[in-house]
């Protein structure tokens, strides 16, 4: 028996390689663009949390302060403190020695200078509980406005800290 063997020529095929290429650049581009924003998400939570930690330092700053000074909260010179509508000077008192007032003046203006430098928009507030007599208990809290991804405030949306202290 004699047997023949077909030989079949294959063409070679054309083009089908830049169609492949085209589809995994598509991939790529869509895997850089989810990429570009989880980065982008990253950042803006990043800003957040630096605004809540400055926020956080902040409120304690105050009450470190008002703890140093009991005989300004005996006072109530520490009562009623909105750093957003005070205007609070310095009483250049720090070297010849400041007087009660002078020092909480002093205070309030470092605390309203401390939070403009640290948080933008960023409002302090001290408000004195009177329902409690037995002892003075403040609330202090730091306001400010979350910021969009361009870096503008976003007014709708408002952060706050608040603490609680007792003096």
């Known amino acids: 028996m004699n047997y023949r063997v077909k030989t079949v020529m294959i063409k070679n095929q054309q083009g089908f ?3 492949e290429v ?4 598509v991939i790529l ?9 989880m980065q982008m998400t990253s950042l803006s939570s990043n800003q957040s949390s630096y605004y809540r930690s400055q926020a956080s330092i902040t409120a304690n700053e105050i009450a470190d302060r008002m703890r140093i000074n009991p005989v300004g909260v005996a006072g109530g010179l520490y009562d009623a403190v909105n750093t957003d509508t005070g205007t609070y000077t310095d009483p250049n008192c720090n070297t010849s020695g400041c007087s009660t007032s002078q020092q ?3 205070d309030l203006f470092d605390w309203q200078t401390s939070i403009r430098a640290a948080i933008p928009g960023g409002i302090g507030t001290v408000t004195r509980d009177a329902s409690i007599t037995t002892q003075s208990v403040f609330t202090v809290a730091i306001t400010w406005s979350a910021q969009t991804r361009a870096g503008l405030p976003d007014a709708a949306t408002v952060n706050r800290i608040t603490m609680d202290i007792g003096i």
């Not at 085209?22 to 650049?25: D, E």
Request: a neutral charge.
């Open 17 to 19: 390689s830049m169609v």
């Open 22 to 25: 085209l589809i995994a650049l």
């Open 29 to 37: 581009a869509i895997g850089l663009l989810g990429h570009m924003a």
């Open 104 to 106: 909480s003046a002093l």
